[in-house]
C-alpha cells in the first residue's frame, strides 16, 4: 500500500543535508575564528614592542638629561646632535635625535628633543616611522588602447 507523503528514507536525506551544512558552517566559523585570533596576536606583539621602544626611548632621554654632555651612543641607539642655533632655537639648546627599533615590525619610533643648558627638555616629534623600502616598480596597466 502506497500511502503517499514524506517516508523515513526522504527524511534521513534531509537530516543528512542539514548535518553537512552545519558541519561546513562550523568549519568557516573555525577557520575565521583562527584568522581573526592570528590578526589580533599580530597586533598584540607590535602593541607590546612599541610600548618597549617608548620605554626605551623614555630611559634614554632620562640618560641624555643626566649627562652634561650628549654620548655619540646611549644603550646601542646611535644619538645624533644638532646646534640649536642652527635650527632657529635659542643658542644654548641642543636639537638631539634618535630611532628606537620597535621589533618585528619595519617600523621604528623616532625621538627629536630640544635640550638646554638648564637640563630641561621639548619634545619636537616622538613619532612612528616606517623604514620599510617601497618598491614603485609594479606597473600597472589601467589605460587600454583599443583600436577601432
Known sequence: MNKGGIGAGSASIVLVFAVLCLTIFSLITFIVA???KALVDAEARFVVGYYNADA????????????????????GVEITTEDGLSQGFG????????????????????????????????????KMQDTAYWDTDVFLDLWVEFDW
Open 56 to 75: 626605551q626611548a623614555e630611559r634614554i632621554v632620562a640618560e641624555l638629561l643626566k649627562t652634561d654632555t650628549i654620548p655619540p651612543a646611549i644603550n
Open 91 to 126: 643658542p644654548e639648546t641642543e636639537v638631539v635625535s634618535f630611532s628606537c627599533e620597535i621589533p618585528k615590525s619595519s617600523m621604528v619610533l623616532f625621538v627629536r628633543l630640544i635640550i638646554n643648558n638648564d637640563r630641561t627638555y621639548e619634545i619636537l616629534s616622538w
Open 34 to 36: 583562527e584568522n581573526g
